[in-house]
T-cell receptor, first 114, second 113 residues
Framework: NAGVTQTPKFQVLKTGQSMTLQCAQD?????MSWYRQDPGMGLRLIHY???????DQGEVPNGYNVSRSTTEDFPLRLLSAAPSQTSVYFC?????????????FGQGTRLTVV | DQQVKQNSPSLSVQEGRISILNCDYT??????FLWYKKYPAEGPTFLIS?????DKNEDGRFTVFLNKSAKHLSLHIVPSQPGDSAVYFC????????????FGQGTRLTINP
């Protein structure tokens, strides 16, 4: 059981370049979300989805787009990378179960924008 | 506006002793609290949680205490082991918003032999 898989693990971009961070889960979870981790800031929610075809903004959505065409996949797109987007990105998934709010995280993507 | 705060960036504890990690929150609408553990170059992993209707939850060496009137929760690890050295994040979910985890800044715990 792979859980939550993120690719790539590392990426260096030039300012203005675009790229997509991939996230896939094999647990049939309805909820998926993207966080970024910055020193002294903890993890901050970028975008989330409660099911295929449904997405919404989190705390820090600017500069990022998402889509959810399938239950399994939730890619995060940077349309024009900026140095402020240098961070570690984590994808998470969670089952739609009001009794258990545990979220499962991927191993992260370390992104550097130069 | 940091709704979940971990005011101690780091904590150093001797092996075998108790580790106490603290977390404060400001939003009274949070109804579920979780602790995550994170090793370098890995994603956070779930450790223990507590519902707002409880004041204590225990799982082996880990116990989480919730004081709703003080908007404070703490994680106790007894006895502390070297493998417990990691960054610990406190997180909370608002009522009806379980997909939106709100995290604290994290506390780096170091267990010394």
């Amino acid at each position: 059981n792979a859980g939550v898989t993120q690719t790539p693990k590392f990426q260096v971009l030039k300012t203005g370049q675009s790229m997509t961070l991939q996230c896939a889960q094999d647990m049939n979870h309805e909820y998926m979300s993207w966080y970024r981790q910055d020193p002294g800031m903890g993890l901050r929610l970028i975008h989330y989805s409660v099911g295929a075809g449904i997405t919404d903004q989190g705390e820090v959505p600017n500069g990022y787009n998402v889509s959810r065409s399938t239950t399994e996949d939730f890619p995060l797109r940077l349309l024009s990378a900026a140095p402020s987007q240098t961070s570690v990105y984590f994808c998470a998934s969670r089952a739609l179960d009001s009794l258990n709010t545990e979220a499962f995280f991927g191993q992260g993507t370390r992104l550097t924008v130069v | 506006d940091q709704q979940v705060k971990q005011n101690s960036p780091s904590l150093s504890v001797q092996e075998g002793r108790i580790s106490i990690l603290n977390c404060d929150y400001t939003n009274s609408m949070f109804d579920y609290f979780l602790w995550y553990k994170k090793y370098p170059a890995e994603g956070p992993t779930f450790l223990i949680s507590i519902s707002s209707i409880k004041d204590k939850n225990e799982d082996g060496r880990f116990t989480v205490f919730l004081n709703k009137s003080a908007k404070h929760l703490s994680l106790h690890i007894v006895p502390s082991q070297p493998g417990d050295s990691a960054v610990y994040f406190c997180a909370a979910t608002p009522e009806g918003g379980a997909q939106k985890l709100v995290f604290g800044q994290g506390t780096r715990l170091t267990i010394n032999p």
